[in-house]
């Protein structure tokens, strides 16, 4: 036998492999266990492992992966990106009076190994919230069912027109392909506020000539921009 081998039963085998006894299907080749077609395979890539006669990703051996998936460093992962897809079933446009709402429906468009989490947030608290659930759990059952959000408009007592704002989408799961995903939905809030004076008045309105006097608090219904001086006539 060359160097390295000793004689087994009439056959040279590495010397490491002596006495040693592999499962059906595996041959040993320096003193390891393999697949027959990894023997004489050099992996020079240390990260890298022989399998079925290439070299892999070696945090993938003995991972099995669903068809639209393949493993990398040790985790089945898409060959695409996934999304989360947005339809906004009432329009884009909320009110201070609260006459106009949004409801957005969301759904994915991959089926996701585990549970996906979507939560909504918005980027101008004073000008909208979200009422209702403010995160919806999609399966790999109901992906593709859509689940709603819906967002009222909210008055922040100021004359300021018609209002743009973000509903800002984003996603947690142990599936890292569907975890992080972001997407944000632009609205507008309606304005309603009018500028007015507002009186408070108490359950008396009569004065005497002994000197009793009469309370009335003001003040304005939204905030200005500059201040404003009220006059008693």
Do not use: W
């Not at 160097?3 to 320096?30: M, S």
């Amino acid at each position: 036998c060359e160097d390295g081998k000793t004689c087994e039963y009439d056959v040279c085998v590495d010397t490491e492999c002596v006495g040693k006894t592999c499962e059906e299907g595996l041959v040993c080749a320096k003193g390891e266990c393999i697949d027959p077609a990894c023997v004489g395979v050099t992996c020079d890539d240390p990260s890298l492992s022989c399998s079925a006669g290439n070299c892999v990703d070696a945090a993938c051996l003995g991972i099995e992966c669903p068809a639209d998936r393949q493993c990398k460093e040790g985790h089945c992962r898409l060959d695409s990106a996934p999304k989360l897809k947005v339809i906004n079933a009432t329009g884009d446009l909320t009110s201070e009076d609260g006459t106009e709402t949004v409801r957005l429906a969301v759904f994915l468009d991959t089926k996701p190994i585990n549970d996906v989490i979507v939560t909504a947030m918005i980027d101008d608290v004073s000008e909208a919230e979200v009422s209702g659930a403010e995160s919806l759990t999609f399966t790999a059952e109901d992906y593709e069912d859509p689940q709603y959000f819906t967002i009222d408009g909210l008055r922040d007592y100021i004359i300021d027109g018609e209002q743009p704002y973000k509903v800002q989408l984003s996603s947690e799961s142990e599936d890292l392909d569907f975890n992080g995903l972001t997407k944000d939905v632009e609205l507008k809030n309606r304005d309603d506020d009018k500028a007015s004076i507002v009186l408070n008045l108490p359950d008396s309105l009569m004065t005497s000539e002994a000197g009793e006097a009469v309370k009335i608090n003001a003040l304005l219904s939204v905030e200005p921009t500059e201040d404003v001086i009220l006059k008693l006539t």
